[in-house]
């Protein structure tokens, strides 16, 4: 896997570099604190979303560096203290950082990722974070959802010509890999990061020839093991089909196939199938574009049509129903001069806004069959006896309240950062592909739904519950 060493600290809120100034002249640079990336809401309103980033987020902390350039950039804006530039100029990040596995189904107020380090390092963390996890989990999660509206036919990501730019189209297409898309359209993903590479041809090459026959039988000769004709250049059924026929035999080719990018794509992908097999050549198969998303696939799956494989573009690549994950850091504690850990809260009129306090951990509960019960958030010393009766704690809702036994638990989070030394061995991306979609297995179905999913619970500890109702209710702390 290419290591991604571009230097992108600048890449970074404003006023994240004018509270580190302000930490290093009060004093509190150097003081411990902790935060939590997690999001509030699910894209599409789905039941889960997937964990997708952490690879380029190990990079881009590994890579923290200014040079003279960006001191003497700080320095011009009148604002910053010499004090700070010259903590800029030795920087490197001594924290430790906390992640959930990339593939991983994630769900709303659990933290994704924690961050504990010196305060001045952590604040300068939260653009590079939020950005690069926020775009990944969106487009892992969109396109695990049209994957799985596939039912098991190819998924292939077509979307780099309408990505937001060069980077959202290369980590898209890696995002789109791990959701569980079994290529991409973009050439450069194939070579970083070893995504398969690989298209048909474009309207443009059948009409460069005198005849869409002779622009067939070129492309044939050429690719004999992969070509994929367009047949809807100008008449998908009355010269598209038979053109694509006559030249796969005049080239001998029996395992290509035909890509229909508009029309009716059940009706004529049924007449297509009927005219390929009647032609002998059952072992042609039939690819469908043309502004794709989860929910036409399935309907075009359950009125007839007969594709094999799919390619998706912008509604991918973009997640055009739901383009914004929502991902947010906020502190959620502090250490004091004797080490001792101190919650912190923020409180909103606005329920969603207001923040669990602590430092905390994450486990996941499975059943007997290995299917996820529910994800208990819990306050860091604490664990999960899986031999001991547990209470799935629920004080909005008593009734909802349940006592599990039988059951195994999992901690989600890794540690991958020990006092600024990588510690965490990433896995291959093929690896996190196939991880994503075993974990997505645990999941009920009735979670996976695409329109009003059963809502997964992630509920808090009794303990962490009772610490956030107690600064809820003026014991804020000092």
């Given amino acids: 896997?290419?290591?991604?060493?571009?230097?992108?600290?600048?890449?970074?809120?404003?006023?994240?570099?004018?509270?580190?100034?302000?930490?290093?002249?009060?004093?509190?640079?150097?003081?411990?604190?902790?935060?939590?990336?997690?999001?509030?809401?699910?894209?599409?309103?789905?039941?889960?979303?997937?964990?997708?980033?952490?690879?380029?987020?190990?990079?881009?902390?590994?890579?923290?560096?200014?040079?003279?350039?960006?001191?003497e950039f700080f320095r011009s804006k009148g604002t910053f203290s010499e004090r700070f530039l010259e903590y800029l100029r030795g920087f490197r990040f001594t924290g430790d950082v906390y992640a959930v596995p990339e593939g991983t189904?994630?769900?709303?107020?659990?933290?994704?990722?924690?961050?504990?380090?010196?305060?001045?390092?952590?604040?300068?963390?939260e653009t590079l974070l939020l950005l690069t996890l926020n775009h990944q989990c969106l487009i892992a999660t969109k396109a695990n959802r049209i994957v799985r509206?596939?039912?098991?036919?190819?998924?292939?990501?077509?979307?780099?010509?309408?990505?937001?730019?060069?980077?959202?189209?290369i980590f898209g297409a890696r995002a789109a890999y791990i959701g569980g898309c079994v290529g991409t359209a973009c050439t450069i993903s194939d070579k970083r990061y070893g995504i398969p590479a690989s298209g048909t041809m474009a309207?443009?090459?059948?009409?460069?020839?005198?005849?869409?026959?002779?622009?067939?039988?070129?492309?044939?000769?050429?690719?004999?093991?992969?070509?994929?004709?367009?047949?809807?250049?100008?008449?998908?059924?009355?010269?598209?089909?038979?053109?694509?026929?006559?030249?796969?035999?005049?080239?001998?080719?029996?395992?290509?196939?035909?890509?229909?990018?508009?029309?009716?794509?059940?009706?004529?992908?049924?007449?297509?199938?009927?005219?390929l097999d009647a032609a002998?050549?059952?072992?042609?198969?039939?690819?469908?574009?043309n502004a794709l998303d989860e929910f036409i696939i399935r309907d075009l799956i359950d009125q007839g049509a007969r594709i094999d494989a799919f390619g998706v573009g912008d509604r991918l690549i973009t997640s055009h129903s739901s383009p914004v994950f929502g991902g947010v850091y906020k502190l959620a504690a502090v250490e004091d001069a004797d080490g001792r850990i101190i919650p912190k809260i923020k409180i909103s009129n606005n329920t969603a806004k207001i923040t669990t306090p602590g430092y905390k951990r994450v486990y996941r509960l499975f059943d007997a069959n290995g299917k996820a019960i529910a994800d208990q958030v819990c306050l860091a010393d604490e664990t999960?006896?899986?031999?001991?009766?547990?209470?799935?704690?629920?004080?909005?809702?008593?009734?909802?309240?349940?006592?599990?036994?039988?059951?195994?638990?999992?901690?989600?989070?890794?540690?991958?950062?020990?006092?600024?030394?990588?510690?965490?061995?990433?896995?291959?991306?093929?690896?996190?592909?196939?991880?994503?979609?075993?974990?997505?297995?645990?999941?009920?179905?009735?979670?996976?739904?695409?329109?009003?999913?059963?809502?997964?619970?992630?509920?808090?500890?009794?303990?962490?519950?009772?610490l956030k109702q107690g600064m809820l209710n003026g014991g804020r702390g000092n």
Wanted: charged fraction near 25%; hydrophobic fraction near 40%.
């Fill in 384 to 466: 999960i006896d899986p031999s001991e009766p547990l209470t799935l704690f629920d004080p909005e809702a008593p009734w909802k309240r349940k006592t599990v036994t039988g059951f195994t638990v999992r901690e989600l989070q890794v540690q991958v950062f020990r006092e600024g030394r990588r510690v965490y061995d990433s896995p291959s991306l093929p690896e996190i592909r196939r991880y994503c979609k075993e974990q997505i297995g645990t999941l009920w179905d009735e979670v996976k739904r695409f329109v009003n999913p059963q809502e997964y619970h992630v509920d808090l500890s009794r303990r962490l519950w009772e």
């Fill in 1 to 71: 896997m290419q290591k991604d060493d571009t230097n992108l600290t600048l890449l970074c809120d404003y006023y994240e570099y004018t509270m580190a100034n302000g930490y290093v002249e009060t004093g509190m640079s150097e003081r411990i604190v902790y935060f939590d990336v997690f999001f509030r809401n699910i894209p599409d309103r789905g039941g889960f979303a997937v964990m997708a980033g952490l690879e380029q987020v190990i990079d881009r902390i590994e890579n923290m560096r200014f040079d003279d350039s960006d001191i």
């Fill in 203 to 275: 309207h443009s090459w059948v009409q460069m020839f005198d005849s869409e026959y002779e622009a067939f039988l070129a492309y044939c000769r050429l690719y004999p093991e992969n070509a994929v004709l367009l047949v809807d250049t100008y008449d998908a059924l009355g010269s598209g089909v038979p053109n694509a026929i006559r030249a796969f035999r005049e080239a001998g080719v029996s395992k290509g196939g035909i890509r229909i990018d508009s029309g009716d794509l059940a009706f004529l992908s049924r007449r297509a199938r009927e005219m």
């Fill in 149 to 169: 509206a596939a039912d098991g036919r190819a998924v292939m990501e077509f979307g780099s010509r309408r990505a937001q730019g060069s980077d959202a189209a």
């Fill in 280 to 289: 002998g050549l059952t072992g042609i198969r039939i690819v469908a574009s």
């Fill in 105 to 125: 189904p994630i769900f709303p107020g659990e933290p994704i990722v924690t961050v504990r380090a010196p305060a001045a390092q952590a604040q300068m963390l």
